[in-house]
């Protein structure tokens, strides 16, 4: 017999993204921008937006703030269809899938300080990015009972290369073993590490796209590393450029200029929207509009590539 059903749904999943701040401090028109246009991009395509409030680091989480966010996305109307989830109820889960990974001998305890790993690094790697050099890997098992971070292993050398296509910035290929190094996922003060929360996180609550602000664009292969040892599907990245100010620096948490209490007390939601619309080439100037009314128009086509300056 012919089966004749229509599967088109079946094989094609509903986009779920998400926004997954970290309550370390107000929003500032930088994370508002990715807010809105990881919102445009699941919305465009008939998909849901989830919001993870990334709060494990417990020295620089605040309830307060994560409040704040809440409100600040309300008043801006960016509601989400599900959570708000917080990482600091999920440690038992974490701790499960860093489980799994040590059976499989993939992590071991890293005793290393900062001063030690810094003292190990070839003068030609410090443009900001540390790559461990696997110190701690053979130690023998035991030996040490000071506290230890918790590292996964990348693999050996010429078998780390871990390609991906950003929706936004194409093809990229990192090679984790000279790139990455082995990496931490979980802190010597206990404290989970966001590369292991933030992948167990995305595939549990089945987000299959992330949207997010390019400075996390080398986090990525490590995620779909480690993704793929956990057995999950990594999720599709679309990365983007990054809101600068006058001075040409990135937005931070320190600008209060232009974070969302200054920005409350000068500009309306739909004036605030309509600038960060104009600087994603959604619209030729600031006119002040709901965000829904940018989601029939959405195209990633007229975003930029390059960082923008405010
Ligand atoms: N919590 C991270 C941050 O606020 C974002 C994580 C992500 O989007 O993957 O920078
Ligand atoms: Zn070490």
């Not at 994370?31 to 991009?41: D, K, T």
């Amino acid at each position: 017999m012919i089966d004749k059903r229509d599967y088109t749904d079946a094989v094609q999943p509903k986009v779920k993204g998400r926004f997954a701040p970290s309550p370390t401090g107000r929003m500032h028109l930088g994370n508002v921008f990715s807010a809105l246009l990881s919102w445009l991009s699941a919305k465009s395509q008939g998909g849901k937006w989830l919001l993870r409030i990334e709060d494990i680091d417990p020295q620089r989480s605040h309830r307060e703030y994560a409040e704040l966010i809440m409100d600040d996305l309300h008043w801006l109307g960016l509601d989400w269809d599900e959570g708000p989830y917080w990482q600091s109820e999920r440690g038992e889960i974490y701790e499960h899938y860093l489980q799994q990974l040590r059976e499989r001998g993939l992590t071991y305890p890293c005793y290393c300080t900062r001063a030690d790993i810094m003292a190990t690094q070839a003068p030609h790697e410090s443009d900001g990015r540390v790559v461990y050099k696997g110190t701690c890997r053979n130690l023998p098992p035991g030996l040490r009972t000071s506290p230890a971070a918790i590292r996964m292993k990348v693999p050996d050398e010429g078998e780390g290369l871990v390609t991906f296509s950003d929706g936004h910035y194409g093809t990229h290929t990192v090679d984790l073993t000279t790139q990455c190094g082995d990496f931490i996922v979980r802190r010597k003060d206990g404290a989970w590490a966001y590369q292991l929360a933030v992948v167990v996180d995305d595939a549990l609550m089945g987000i299959n796209e992330v949207v997010r602000g390019r400075d996390l664009l080398l986090s990525s292969p490590q995620q779909i590393y480690l993704a793929r040892q956990l057995g999950f599907t990594p999720p599709r990245f679309t990365h983007l450029p990054l809101l600068c100010n006058s001075a040409g620096q990135r937005l931070s948490k320190r600008d209060r200029s232009l974070d969302m209490e200054s920005l409350r007390a000068h500009y309306s939601p739909q004036q605030i929207i309509g600038m960060l619309a104009h600087a994603a080439g959604l619209q030729t100037d600031d006119s002040p509009i709901e965000a829904p009314g940018l989601i029939e128009g959405f195209s990633w086509s007229s975003v930029p590539t390059a960082d923008i300056q405010r």
